[in-house]
């Protein structure tokens, strides 16, 4: 997958150099370039953004230095199947959008500042993306969190796809609680279900627990679910009282 950002700040995608996602580049499963629109503006200072027509706070980014940047970056790669402009306006990221942006083979990534896009910038993508209701500084580390989770979703980065297949969202559920050495530490013990070798029963206390901790955190996921079995369970957990911990399951 060939990822372009396009950002006034690129030294901050330093971080994408660093552990799975930098590993993944070296193996050449993905690969992120990151471009300064800056260069691209077309007057003597390069400056990108100007004050808004009819008056108001703040600065807008001008449209055409991204645009051009983006021309450049196409002419190179190819056209991007999707092009997504950071704006807490915009459709909120989730794991499933996620899995759906991990299967383009070119995605751009135009990362924002100061009071926000021309207008016409917004004709240039396919996409609109918030990582949720609050307001950041700029672009950057959402287009990093989101590169990071989807990048998690292409075969070969992580060192097992089953990891991916089991994280928390992946099934709608909060994923289920997970124990190594030492069995026991300060009296708190390792259920024992995962040490009796049993894996149908090993299988089946997962779901439990991941369906408790969902119900115990966030319940709303639950009420997305059409699973007959996942729903009686949820039955079962909330008829019980004695439920303290993860080994009462």
């Known amino acids: ?75 190179k790669h ?42 016409r910038v917004y004709d240039l993508a396919t996409d609109t993306v918030s990582l949720g209701d609050y307001v950041l500084t700029g672009g950057e580390l959402p287009a990093m969190v989101m590169i990071d989770a989807l990048a998690r979703q292409i075969p070969g980065v992580l060192g097992s796809q089953e990891s991916a297949a089991t994280d928390s ?24 279900v995962l040490m009796n070798g049993n894996h149908q029963l090993i299988r089946d206390w997962r779901l439990k627990a991941a369906v408790w901790r969902t119900l115990q955190q966030r319940p709303d996921l639950l009420a997305q679910l059409d699973d007959p079995q996942i729903a009686a369970l949820v039955r079962e957990l909330n008829r019980r009282d004695d439920l303290s911990s993860f080994n009462d399951l």
């Open 1 to 75: 997958m060939q990822i372009d950002i396009l950002s006034l700040f690129p030294d901050m995608f330093s971080a994408l150099q660093e552990s799975m996602i930098g590993k993944a580049q070296a193996r050449n499963l993905l690969k992120i370039d990151v471009t300064d629109f800056r260069d691209f503006a077309a007057n003597k200072h390069h400056s990108v953004d100007d004050t808004p027509y009819g008056g108001g706070a703040g600065m807008l980014l001008q449209v055409q230095p991204i645009a051009a940047a983006l021309a450049d970056v196409t002419a």
């Open 78 to 119: 190819g056209p991007a199947e999707r092009t997504i402009i950071l704006d807490p306006a915009g459709r909120q990221f989730d794991h499933q959008y996620a899995v759906e942006l991990a299967q383009a083979q070119h995605l751009v990534f135009i990362c924002g500042h100061y009071e926000g896009f021309d207008q």
């Open 169 to 192: 969202f992946a099934q709608g559920l909060l994923e289920y609680p997970q124990y190594t050495r030492p069995a026991d530490y300060q009296g708190q013990k390792v259920p024992e």
